[in-house]
């Protein structure tokens, strides 16, 4: 559900990616002058900043870059860059010709869209549709049930003992099970899904033939949910959408039909359940990396908000790139985007702007001006922020009221960080800790 994450309703996405198009900006930097390589750049270590942004930050304009699968891609760096970028029209998901498409890594996830032409009414209907389903009344409301999860999670860590390590028992459990609830997906489904996230993010697959294949398989067994649901009501977003989509809402203007439901919910699922595996683990690193951040937080949970303000502004797994493609030709800092083109939004570039954030690099929990850019902006503005937001303030507040000691199990610099998923993360977070509270 954040910027590195996508959950739109187009179709299954495909392409070999035989290269982009496009002119040369005034002020962007080709890959000899970056000096950098291919993207996406490598992420050295957990808590660093791939090598060549901040360079590319400072020369501003857009840097004219090679991919990973051997296209071209414009990459956006600074943060009023891809702010504007974001919220133009002619930017977009899809593509006309998506089999052509050019790519910025030989995975389906994230590829380009095939619908188009209607892509940009389609995306209309998709957030009209699910903006109740993630506002902000009823994400509080689930704040009980996420909290009992929670607690029951860590209540079972805090019996087994330490040490114990934090993404496989903890994070991927609470994150699989909020947002599985809230879209209705069954106990016995669970497990098999949280294997197909797993194997999508990291099985390289040119042309995103075996991905699509396995989307469609998800799609079927989120269309068997739904009929379920059409016979025996539940409270749950599946319950509901079906109601929508066969009710006297399905014929207004802008609604869904019954037949995009699977494969929009396979998306919220999917986007849900990674944001918030890959941000808490991560968030945790670097608080627990930060001596007197834990302290703070352990004895005044009331800075946990702007503690995941922090964390969704520095906790950034595998750069979160961002691919969209040009709409139509655009002249953006005295160049030409030509239409076609892959233009690469990096979040985590954006967020260390130090032309908007003092101290960039460093977790300040006081930082009162956090406009950071990790759940997008404009028409890509992830519709469950809320509910991120809610998840990881839970996980903050209990762990370090719970746990006031937590540390790491091992130096900050040893923690491996998962660069074979394109979505990042790291592939274990260690941690011990010596007498819980029982507050």
Not at 411 to 430: F, I, K, M, N, Q
Request: glycine share 12%.
């Amino acid at each position: 559900m954040s910027a590195g994450s996508d959950t739109g309703t187009g179709s299954d996405s495909s392409g070999t990616g035989t290269g982009a198009t496009g002119g040369k900006a005034a002020r962007g930097a080709d890959e000899d002058a970056a000096g950098t390589g291919a993207l996406p750049f490598a992420c050295p270590a957990a808590l660093a900043e791939p090598p060549g942004l901040a360079a590319l930050r400072e020369r501003g304009g857009l840097a004219r870059l090679p991919t990973a699968t051997g296209d071209r891609a414009w990459l956006v760096t600074r943060h009023a860059d891809v702010r504007a970028l974001c919220g133009d029209p002619r930017i977009g998901k899809s593509h006309p010709d998506p089999a052509r498409a050019p790519r910025l890594w030989d995975a389906a996830l994230l590829g380009p869209e095939t619908n188009h032409a209607t892509a940009v009414a389609d995306h209309r209907r998709w957030r009209s549709t699910l903006t109740e389903a993630f506002g902000a009344r009823r994400v509080e409301q689930l704040r009980p049930r996420l909290q009992a999860s929670f607690d029951a999670l860590l209540g079972a860590l805090l019996d087994t003992g330490p040490p114990a390590e934090l993404c496989a028992d903890l994070a991927r459990p609470f994150a699989l099970g909020v947002i599985c609830d809230l879209i209705g997906i069954p106990a016995e489904r669970r497990v098999a899904f949280a294997a197909w996230s797993d194997r999508v993010r990291r099985v390289p697959d040119p042309g995103g033939t075996a991905d699509a294949a396995e989307r469609r398989g998800l799609d079927r067994i989120i269309g068997e949910l739904l009929d379920q649901r059409r016979r025996n009501p539940a409270d749950d977003l599946l319950t509901e959408l079906a109601a929508r989509a066969d009710g006297p809402d399905a014929t207004r203007p802008g609604a869904l039909r019954p037949d995009e439901l699977p494969h929009t919910l396979s998306g919220l699922l999917l986007a849900g359940y990674e944001t918030v595996a890959t941000r808490l683990p991560y968030g945790l690193l670097y608080l627990l990396a930060d001596p007197a951040a834990r302290t703070a937080l352990a004895a005044d949970p009331g800075l946990a908000p702007s503690a995941v303000e922090e964390v969704m502004r520095l906790a950034v797994p595998g750069g979160s790139w961002m691919p969209r493609y040009a709409r139509a030709d655009l002249e953006y800092g005295g160049g030409r985007i030509a239409a076609g083109d892959l233009v690469v939004f990096s979040f985590q570039s954006a967020n260390r702007d130090e032309r908007v954030f003092p101290d960039p690099d460093t977790l300040d929990l006081g930082r009162t001006s956090n406009p950071h850019l990790a759940f997008g902006h404009g028409k890509f503005f992830c519709l469950g922020a809320g509910l991120a937001r809610l998840e990881l303030r839970i996980a903050y507040e209990t762990l370090f009221r719970r746990l006031p000691d937590l540390r790491l199990g091992c130096a900050p610099e040893e923690v491996r960080v998962d660069g074979a998923s394109v979505t990042g993360g790291l592939h274990d977070l260690p941690v011990n800790w010596g007498r819980p509270t029982d507050r």
